[in-house]
């Protein structure tokens, strides 16, 4: 039977990386007894980078092979250890695993093997440490016993493994070396299922810590929208008595200025926000995989986180539907504002226009005394040439009498004068009024 020729097919351009998705992190299988290091930093732009080239020079250094371009997962043995990469939107995380040799002798809860802190301390990351933990796999016949003698009981949680007989604590405090501890207890698990179980529960350590990320910054603006909320009301007193357009428009102005200050404080959070809302509901989503039921007398992983996170979550949301509303309050006074400056402004250039149109019959008025004293002083000079033209020709023995020509000649020359004068200003108006026909046009 021969295969069907998938060739015939254009394939989409993302089809292999979306359907290798899921094999992205594999779990690595893990048997008892085992000891787990965690470290996540943060690594975004030049910083992941510069830890993926970290990586490869020391896979290079212990004889293995670096980790291809792209890749987001990678593992190596070094010694008895294995290391596991993996690289995140924001974040990178380096787990060790060390399986103590057979004759090794008993050591003390958390305590990191000399070979161990060598190999950790010979691979240097840029970014900035955030989450760091330490991870003991037991198989002991008392968990709960074996919980209280290793954390604080005042703030141990303490849960069954879902579908297993086994147990998780952990008081989320930090040791000495500053790493949380947890204690996995349980007894007889295929390597598959203790290594899903080990990766699950790092991850919800990890996702706990960076959902509390937005935290701070909700706590860094909470004062900035204060001082908005409370200038927008003082604001919106002073507009009620502002009866000057100078007043509105340094209102307006005001306005302008908060609006853009809560949004630039808005953008600043959105991704912080956002990543710390979805890295909650990872956590959410760990804990109903890996927890069944609370052993008494101390608080399931479920309820403990729950006092601690969803406060934060709260205040998160809290502060963003302040930021919504408040953005929509500024945008609406803004209008009401904009809208009696527009006003305001339609008043003054009615005003302007009237005082406008009574200037230009003064100066039509003006215009049309000038033009009478024009044709009167024009015509004075006009028939005084004549006049001086009529006595020359009286003196040179022309048949002229000079002051019954120079009278009669003044109705003449006023007329002209006047004809004149009226074409020139007819013509003008006529311009004017094609130019402004066509400037409305």
Not at 5 to 15: K, N, Q, V, Y
Not at 300 to 311: D, E, G, N, T, Y
Not at 348 to 359: A, G, T, Y
């Amino acid at each position: 039977m021969t295969a069907l020729d998938m060739s015939a097919f254009t394939p989409h351009a993302l089809r292999e990386s979306v359907l290798n998705e899921v094999h992205a992190r594999p779990f690595t299988p893990l048997t008892q007894p085992v000891s787990v290091i965690r470290f996540a930093f943060m690594a975004k732009g030049d910083s992941a980078v510069a830890d993926r080239a970290s990586l490869a020079a020391f896979c290079a250094q212990h004889g293995a092979p670096p980790p291809e371009p792209g890749v987001k997962h990678h593992q190596l043995v070094v010694g008895a250890a294995r290391l596991r990469w993996e690289q995140h939107a924001e974040f990178a995380t380096l787990t060790w695993i060390w399986s103590p040799p057979d004759a090794a002798p008993p050591r003390r809860f958390g305590a990191i093997a000399p070979e161990l802190k060598t190999l950790i301390s010979a691979l240097p990351q840029a970014g900035e440490l955030l989450v760091a933990v330490k991870l003991e796999v037991e198989s002991v016949a008392d968990p709960l016993a074996r919980a209280e003698a290793v954390f604080d009981k005042t703030s141990l949680a303490l849960v069954a493994v879902k579908g297993s007989s086994g147990a998780v604590a952990s008081d989320f405090r930090l040791d000495e070396d500053g790493f949380t501890r947890i204690l996995v207890c349980i007894e007889g698990p295929t390597p598959e299922r203790l290594g899903a179980l080990v990766q699950r529960v790092l991850e919800l350590e990890t996702y706990r810590t960076l959902a509390l990320l937005g935290l701070p910054a909700a706590l860094e603006l909470a004062p900035q929208v204060d001082r908005i909320e409370r200038r927008l009301g003082e604001v919106l007193e002073e507009m009620q008595g502002a009866e000057t357009l100078k007043l509105n428009n340094h209102l307006l102005t005001e306005l302008t200025e908060l609006a853009a200050s809560l949004e630039r404080g808005a953008t600043g959070t959105l991704f912080r926000f956002g990543a710390s809302r979805a890295y909650y509901d990872l956590v959410q989503a760990r804990l109903n995989v890996i927890e069944g039921e609370p052993i008494a007398p101390y608080s399931s992983w479920s309820s403990f986180l729950a006092r601690r996170i969803a406060p934060a979550m709260r205040t998160l949301n809290a502060l963003e539907g302040r930021q919504s509303e408040l953005s929509r309050k500024l945008a609406r006074a803004a209008d009401l504002l904009r809208t009696r400056v527009d006003v305001e402004l339609e008043e003054q250039n009615r005003d302007l226009l009237r005082s406008m149109n009574e200037r230009t019959k003064l100066q039509l008025r003006l215009q049309s005394t000038v033009e009478g004293l024009s044709v009167a002083a024009i015509g004075y000079y006009v028939v005084s040439l004549f006049g001086y033209l009529a006595k020359g020709a009286h003196d040179i023995g022309l048949p002229v009498e000079p002051t019954f020509a120079t009278a009669a000649f003044v109705p003449v020359a006023i007329a002209l004068i006047w004809f004149t004068t009226h074409q020139i200003r007819k013509r003008h108006l006529k311009e004017d009024h094609e130019a402004e026909k066509v400037g409305k046009e």
